[in-house]
């Protein structure tokens, strides 16, 4: 998720969207080998038995939009040139494990944590010191693959089994349509490596936050520096794992830019949260200014490149919200579910499989161009 970004010449977040969607939408198909749309989209019948017994795992690994997406992330993230930059970025992208927690193994090292980020008022002291961190089992492996996440909470964006990677495919193809629109436009290239590193890492804590449970949501997130903790959290994983005051910055930039005095502000603080946690000097390590109150200057332009693209959410969030009530109607209707089932696991586990399968975006497609009679025959074609 980012923050409203409107600024005094009139490049919205919306006006992006509009710009980008249409070639990114074209980059998706051509760069997936030997898939066609309707093969992307085709996606094995299952009865609702069936569906109920899938686990999110399950229901990303069948899916052939989300292992498509999850393919290119991999993949572009292969074309990074230096060899340093992109074996680190492939390590997270297979393994996004939170290993700053190496720091927070005992209840009372968590503690000292939780005390210090209180004192700054990065965390309300009402979230007490058993609930700021996500659960983890093992600190060297993610709580779940990067492709079976949600792309955030359960009624924002993307939030089906393989949310993530598809939200990532998308940023990714986003912030790259900008960075060449400054070449085709202005004669000149910015940092590729940077823009493609920073877009790909930008919630890399997701898997860990966004933990499926029994009933198919996930967990709640807390917030942490006033953002959802998603994203101090990656950004002190990466500072964590030695990635360069480039990155890191840039990556810190998906949720707002540094533009004006108020919008650089909350980055800075973020940083400033995320080297708590991670126990790094956000001064020394070259993530802020020499006195600690703006980013390093000049301000690099892949920080604008990377907030620019991370605007996904503002249409595929209200297109979740605006399904649902549909896909409810669908499922009592031609599925007989009850009105306690359609607010418990038996619908979320349906609607799930559906988003994972076909995503919520293409089903608010489907429900604007063809109305819910045409949403219907795609859930059918889906779940017996």
Not at 171 to 184: G, K, P, T, W
Not at 365 to 372: A, D, F, K, P, S
């Amino acid at each position: 998720m980012g923050l409203e970004f409107n600024d005094k010449d009139g490049l919205s977040r919306r006006r992006f969207l509009q710009v980008s969607a249409g070639t990114a939408t074209a980059m998706m198909v051509a760069t997936l080998p030997n898939l066609s749309w309707a093969q992307v989209l085709k996606t094995e019948k299952v009865g609702l038995d069936q569906c109920l017994n899938l686990t999110p795992l399950d229901m990303a690994k069948r899916s052939n939009l989300v292992q498509s997406a999850y393919s290119y992330i991999t993949g572009i993230c292969g074309e990074i040139k230096n060899q340093a930059l992109r074996d680190q970025v492939l390590q997270v992208i297979h393994n996004p494990a939170p290993t700053f927690m190496e720091r927070y193994t005992t209840s009372d090292a968590k503690r000292m944590l939780w005390q210090k980020l209180v004192a700054a008022n990065y965390v309300s002291d009402a979230i007490g010191v058993m609930d700021f961190l996500p659960p983890n089992e093992n600190i060297q492996k993610a709580s779940q693959p990067f492709f079976a996440a949600p792309g955030s909470g359960y009624m924002s964006h993307h939030a089906y089994p393989g949310g993530l990677a598809t939200h990532t495919a998308f940023n990714i193809r986003s912030s790259l349509n900008v960075y060449q629109a400054y070449f085709e436009t202005f004669d000149y290239k910015l940092d590729r490596d940077i823009v493609i590193a920073a877009q790909a890492l930008h919630d890399l804590h997701k898997p860990w936050v966004f933990q499926w449970q029994e009933d198919g949501t996930s967990l709640k997130e807390i917030t942490l520096a006033g953002q959802g903790a998603h994203h101090v959290l990656g950004i002190a994983e990466s500072i964590y794992r030695g990635f360069s005051p480039e990155v890191v910055v840039a990556q810190a930039c998906a949720h707002n830019h540094p533009g004006s005095d108020k919008d650089e502000a909350e980055v800075v603080e973020w940083i400033k949260a995320a080297s708590i946690i991670a126990d790094k000097d956000p001064i020394r390590e070259g993530l802020l200014s020499a006195d600690g109150s703006t980013l390093p200057i000049p301000r690099r332009q892949e920080n604008f490149v990377t907030h620019l693209g991370d605007h996904d959410w503002v249409l595929s969030g209200p297109a979740v919200k605006w399904t649902l009530p549909a896909l409810k109607n669908i499922a009592k209707q031609e599925y007989k579910m009850s009105d306690q089932e359609l607010n418990g696991k038996k619908f979320n586990y349906f609607r799930n499989y559906v988003f994972s399968q076909f995503s919520a975006m293409r089903s608010y497609q489907v429900l604007v161009t063809q109305g819910e009679a045409g949403l219907k025959a795609k859930v059918k074609e889906m779940i017996d």
